[in-house]
């Protein structure tokens, strides 16, 4: 059971801190991309939509060789600088930022799409009409932006939640749970007491608790929200 419940807290720690650095850059890029008169908005658009439109596992590879403790760029670019190269996976919190980094980077396109998409739907006319009775830039913010930004920007942040609390494909390639299973998510417990130590029972229960979080979370954030409910 301590296993378990340790392998439970990383992958609420993996989720929480994956899910709120995809959601920050994601809307600061958004509102970035809404600006009036940005120049080359189009170019920015398809360039930062690219992390999104690689397969997952081909990114996770990628950022395991740049990570690599010999011949990665990362230290190689720290060694260019004067610092010492990174064994980024004999150590808890440095293995844990790979797969940060990772996810982090495949996750802001897809908020920043659905931020984006949903900024430009806000009528222009309530802005204007901020704008003459004296309202500054950051009450609009307040109450205009976010409030008509909830009910598309909360069923994104339950999908990211749901996507990230299961993604298997980044612990498993880029840092495998190192140093020692320290980093291991519930669903790749799951896999590697399934198909490494073939104990099929207990990795169906881990899957059956996965399911039962996720049911709840999402039932929870809807409902304490009502983000998908018509006013």
């Known amino acids: ?3 378990f419940y340790w392998t439970l807290m990383v992958t609420v720690i993996w989720t ?47 950022w395991r060789g740049m990570f690599h403790p010999q011949f990665g760029v990362i230290n190689q670019a720290l060694q260019m600088f004067g610092f010492e190269p990174v064994r980024w996976f004999d150590g808890v919190v440095s293995s844990f930022m790979t797969g940060l980094v990772t996810n982090g980077w495949l996750s802001f396109p897809f908020m ?3 931020i984006l998409g949903a900024l ?37 942040v339950v999908i990211s939640v749901v996507w990230t609390f299961n993604m298997f494909n980044i612990i498993f390639l880029v840092s495998g749970g190192e140093p020692g299973g320290a980093n291991e998510i519930l669903v790749t417990k ?21 399911f039962v979080i996720l049911l709840v ?8 929200t009502r983000a998908t409910e018509s006013y």
């Open 1 to 3: 059971y301590q296993n």
């Open 16 to 62: 929480v801190t994956n899910v709120t650095v995809g959601v920050t850059f994601g809307f600061l890029l958004a509102l970035a991309l809404n600006t009036e008169g940005f120049k080359g908005k189009t170019v920015y658009r398809v360039l930062l939509i690219l992390p999104w439109a690689i397969p997952n596992y081909i990114t996770a590879l990628v």
């Open 112 to 114: 920043m799409v659905v």
């Open 120 to 156: 430009q739907s806000i009528p222009k006319d309530m802005y204007e009409a901020a704008d003459v009775e004296g309202a500054t830039r950051w009450q609009q913010f307040r109450r205009i932006t976010l409030p008509l930004l909830r009910p598309t920007l909360v069923p994104a």
């Open 190 to 210: 799951a896999y590697k007491i399934a198909f490494e130590q073939y104990q099929y029972a207990y990795a169906a229960a881990y899957s059956t608790v996965i």
């Open 217 to 224: 979370y999402g039932y929870f954030q809807t409902r304490v």
